[in-house]
T-cell receptor, first 117, second 113 residues
Framework: GAGVSQSPSNKVTEKGKDVELRCDPI?????LYWYRQRLGQGLEFLIY????????KSGLPSDRFSAERTGESVSTLTIQRTQQEDSAVYLCASSFWTSGSSYNEQFFGPGTRLTVL | GDSVTQMEGPVTLSEEAFLTINCTYTATGYPSLFWYVQYPGEGLQLLLKATKADDKGSNKGFEATYRKETTSFHLEKGSVQVSDSAVYFCALRIPYGNNRLAFGKGNQVVVIP
């Protein structure tokens, strides 16, 4: 079946503009994660959605960042008034969810490369 | 907080050489540990994992053993191929909350024919 897809694959924008990034998770995956990968750095957790629960926004770096997800479908990550330090690859991952200590593999999308000029 | 540290810098080696990439971690509790690989032009893929101390994860000739006493999860392969050229990330699963992953910075591995 289809994997996680993200769009656009590349986005170049001017400082101060708003951008919207999209993630289509694998069908049936209730958990969805956004991560950011800045040049030369590991992936940083941004936000997590699980079903209809309140999202875990603890990784968002500033109030310019927000994300939405309707049910168990598409998610959008919005960055307002972009800054040059927002330049990075934004990765989305999805997984099944089971309670307790079980780990469910996260499947990653190809990412959106954002460049802020 | 929970974190992962990978050895600095890219790794360049010849085909059939032995590969080691060091990874150490800091965590409260008992995290699960992972190696992810990112081939050129592709997304991150899970390479192997270990969920408890002394577990050995293995896949595609790669191995890593969960060493609680040294808080390490070093990746090894006995004979690399050109097709192993990729970026390798060590990660741990935060052992509470939302299952999110904490990643190291990654190591670029280049295998020369």
């Amino acid at each position: 079946g289809a994997g996680v897809s993200q769009s656009p694959s590349n986005k170049v924008t001017e400082k101060g503009k708003d951008v919207e990034l999209r993630c289509d998770p694998i069908s049936g995956h209730t958990a969805l994660y956004w991560y950011r990968q800045r040049l030369g750095q590991g992936l940083e957790f941004l936000i997590y959605f699980q079903g209809n629960s309140a999202p875990d926004k603890s990784g968002l770096p500033s109030d310019r960042f927000s994300a939405e997800r309707t049910g168990e479908s598409v998610s959008t990550l919005t960055i307002q008034r972009t800054q040059q330090e927002d330049s990075a690859v934004y990765l989305c991952a999805s997984s099944f969810w089971t309670s307790g200590s079980s780990y469910n593999e996260q499947f990653f999308g190809p990412g959106t490369r954002l460049t802020v000029l | 907080g929970d974190s992962v540290t990978q050895m600095e810098g890219p790794v360049t080696l010849s085909e059939e050489a032995f590969l080691t990439i060091n990874c150490t971690y800091t965590a409260t509790g008992y995290p699960s540990l992972f190696w992810y690989v990112q081939y050129p032009g592709e997304g991150l893929q899970l390479l192997l994992k270990a969920t408890k101390a002394d577990d050995k994860g293995s896949n595609k000739g790669f191995e890593a053993t969960y060493r609680k006493e040294t808080t390490s999860f070093h990746l090894e392969k006995g004979s690399v191929q050109v097709s192993d050229s990729a970026v390798y990330f060590c990660a741990l699963r935060i052992p509470y909350g939302n299952n999110r992953l904490a990643f190291g910075k990654g190591n670029q591995v280049v295998v020369i024919p």
